[in-house]
């Protein structure tokens, strides 16, 4: 027998606004953690009129992303992002959602080669910019996390676009990244309303930046350079808006979250002086006998790096939920309960890698957990299934080779007191007062 979703464990709603309350003043993933221990396998609760459930357990999270994943289709974070991302795959659907996927730039053959091509570039960019950073001899801490999404950005720029963008666009990217976290706040804000007047201005430049460089990548016959944009030019089905989309899209959607975990690894290992000894005798000797040249497929060597990159995305995933939504018209069995058309369905790897139920010590950094693989759908900070995320492969690639370069050339001390806290920023997370660290020139 099926209860309905009524009968599922969650905390009493209150009139009119549910359980909105317990989302203010606290991040949506820590308060979902909180749920999960208190509720279980799955829970549910209420932002305001919308019926929305949690669920911690992997088979329930395989049968809404993979096995019944027809039932469900992803709604959420629309109204936040659309203004900002167009119409790209992150928030498309169905045959539009196919269609996207199938020829996305990252789903080019042979991408291999672009990344073959982009590995000096980043690792270029990476020396160049904390060369910049850190001149004088006597380094003084400095706020990290955001220098980090500064040199993200610079490596976007070189190796998706081919353009070293300057600091008008990255204005104009923090204010699209900061739209994108007002309207996640605000439930009601209708979609052509914006509360900041430069914003329109902003998007409407950084939009027409992206078409200059597609038409510009469009008149060359032969592929300009080694960015991504020139790499598909030639090929891509996707319409010039479609394209402009996409493209815009691995800013929004990747930027700052390579920056975060590229953070929680120095700051886990900075944490953990055996594990960054660890990191920083693999790296030196992998440089030492590659000749301090490698390529992508050697990056594959460096098991221990691969094992503190996993552990850290598994405590900070940085994107730590992400939701579908029960398609009108429909109902849906999940855990023995009947969902209603549009309940929205939450899974959150913050909350289900840091379930005790799930993971031993989980709190605890151990890379070496990661030796053997996890059971299935029980780490997914790219998310899982069909729509897992495109940009992975790109990303686990600049993390790797941003963090060979750092930790080969410097030395990385916390400042006193320096944790990693987290706050829930436009779909990501990120330290909540900075992540503050001295680093030494070896
Ligand atoms: C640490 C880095 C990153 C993490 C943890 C991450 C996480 C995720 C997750 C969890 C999803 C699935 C969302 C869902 O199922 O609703 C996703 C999707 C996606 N990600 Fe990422 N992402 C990262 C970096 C990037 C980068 C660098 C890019 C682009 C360059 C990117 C582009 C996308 C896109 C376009 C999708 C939508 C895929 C689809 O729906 O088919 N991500 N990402």
């Given at each position: 027998?099926?209860?309905?979703?009524n009968h599922?464990?969650?905390?009493?709603?209150?009139?009119?606004?549910?359980?909105?309350?317990d989302?203010?003043?606290?991040?949506s993933?820590?308060?979902?953690?909180?749920?999960?221990?208190a509720?279980?396998d799955?829970?549910?609760?209420?932002?305001?009129?919308q019926a929305?459930?949690?669920?911690?357990?992997?088979?329930?999270?395989?049968?809404v992303?993979v096995?019944d994943?027809?039932?469900?289709?992803?709604?959420?974070?629309?109204k936040?992002?659309?203004?900002?991302m167009?119409?790209?795959?992150?928030?498309?659907?169905?045959?539009?959602?196919?269609?996207?996927?199938?020829?996305?730039p990252?789903?080019?053959?042979?991408?291999?080669n672009?990344?073959e091509?982009?590995?000096?570039i980043?690792?270029?960019?990476?020396?160049?910019?904390?060369e910049?950073?850190?001149?004088?001899?006597t380094?003084?801490?400095?706020e990290?996390f955001?220098e980090?999404?500064?040199?993200?950005?610079?490596?976007?720029?070189?190796?998706?676009?081919?353009?070293a963008?300057?600091s008008?666009?990255?204005?104009?990217?923090?204010?699209?990244?900061?739209e994108?976290?007002?309207?996640g706040?605000?439930?009601?804000?209708?979609?052509?309303?914006?509360?900041?007047?430069k914003f329109?201005?902003?998007?409407?430049?950084w939009?027409?930046?992206?078409?200059k460089?597609i038409?510009q990548?469009?008149?060359?016959?032969?592929p300009?350079?080694i960015?991504?944009?020139?790499?598909?030019?030639?090929?891509?089905?996707?319409s010039?808006?479609?394209?402009?989309?996409?493209?815009?899209?691995?800013f929004t959607a990747?930027?700052?979250?390579?920056?975060?975990a590229?953070?929680a690894?120095?700051?886990l290992c900075?944490?953990?002086?055996?594990a960054?000894?660890?990191l920083e005798?693999?790296?030196?000797a992998f440089?030492?006998?590659?000749?301090?040249?490698?390529?992508?497929?050697?990056v594959?060597?460096l098991?221990?790096?691969?094992?503190?990159?996993?552990?850290?995305?598994?405590?900070?995933?940085?994107v730590?939920?992400?939701?579908?939504?029960?398609l009108?018209?429909r109902?849906?069995t999940?855990?023995?309960?009947?969902?209603p058309e549009?309940?929205?369905?939450?899974?959150?790897?913050?909350?289900?890698h840091?379930?005790?139920?799930?993971?031993?010590?989980?709190?605890?950094f151990?890379p070496?957990?990661f030796?053997n693989?996890?059971?299935?759908?029980?780490y997914?900070?790219?998310?899982?299934g069909?729509?897992?995320?495109?940009?992975?492969?790109?990303?686990l690639l600049c993390?790797?080779?941003?963090?060979?370069?750092?930790?080969?050339?410097?030395s990385?001390?916390?400042?006193?007191g320096?944790?990693?806290?987290?706050?829930?920023?436009?779909?990501?997370?990120?330290?909540?007062?900075?992540?503050?660290?001295?680093?030494?020139?070896?």
């Amino acid at each position: 027998m099926t209860n309905d979703i009524n009968h599922i464990p969650g905390p009493a709603p209150q009139f009119l606004i549910g359980n909105a309350l317990d989302f203010v003043g606290t991040p949506s993933h820590i308060r979902l953690y909180e749920y999960a221990l208190a509720y279980g396998d799955i829970m549910r609760f209420w932002l305001f009129n919308q019926a929305s459930i949690l669920i911690n357990d992997p088979a329930l999270i395989e049968q809404v992303l993979v096995s019944d994943r027809d039932s469900y289709y992803k709604n959420s974070p629309r109204k936040a992002a659309e203004p900002v991302m167009g119409d790209s795959l992150f928030l498309s659907n169905g045959r539009d959602w196919e269609f996207k996927r199938h020829n996305h730039p990252f789903s080019a053959t042979h991408i291999n080669n672009y990344f073959e091509q982009i590995l000096p570039i980043i690792r270029e960019t990476t020396d160049s910019y904390l060369e910049n950073l850190q001149p004088s001899s006597t380094p003084k801490s400095v706020e990290f996390f955001g220098e980090l999404v500064k040199l993200s950005f610079r490596i976007f720029g070189l190796t998706i676009l081919g353009s070293a963008m300057n600091s008008d666009y990255f204005e104009a990217f923090n204010t699209l990244m900061q739209e994108m976290n007002n309207r996640g706040g605000q439930q009601f804000l209708p979609y052509p309303l914006s509360l900041n007047p430069k914003f329109w201005l902003q998007r409407q430049q950084w939009n027409n930046f992206i078409e200059k460089q597609i038409s510009q990548s469009q008149q060359h016959s032969s592929p300009r350079g080694i960015d991504l944009l020139s790499f598909v030019i030639q090929d891509t089905a996707l319409s010039t808006t479609q394209l402009r989309d996409e493209l815009s899209t691995t800013f929004t959607a990747g930027t700052r979250n390579v920056a975060e975990a590229v953070a929680a690894v120095l700051f886990l290992c900075a944490k953990n002086p055996a594990a960054m000894q660890k990191l920083e005798s693999e790296i030196t000797a992998f440089l030492e006998e590659h000749n301090n040249e490698f390529q992508q497929a050697d990056v594959n060597l460096l098991k221990y790096l691969d094992l503190v990159v996993k552990e850290a995305l598994r405590l900070y995933p940085a994107v730590p939920l992400f939701i579908r939504e029960v398609l009108p018209g429909r109902t849906v069995t999940l855990g023995g309960y009947r969902i209603p058309e549009r309940t929205q369905v939450f899974i959150s790897s913050w909350s289900f890698h840091r379930n005790p139920k799930h993971w031993q010590n989980p709190d605890d950094f151990v890379p070496e957990r990661f030796t053997n693989v996890p059971p299935s759908f029980h780490y997914f900070p790219f998310g899982a299934g069909p729509r897992q995320c495109i940009g992975m492969a790109f990303t686990l690639l600049c993390t790797k080779v941003m963090l060979i370069n750092i930790v080969s050339q410097y030395s990385l001390e916390l400042e006193p007191g320096t944790n990693f806290d987290t706050t829930y920023f436009s779909g990501t997370i990120m330290p909540d007062k900075g992540f503050w660290i001295k680093l030494t020139k070896k």
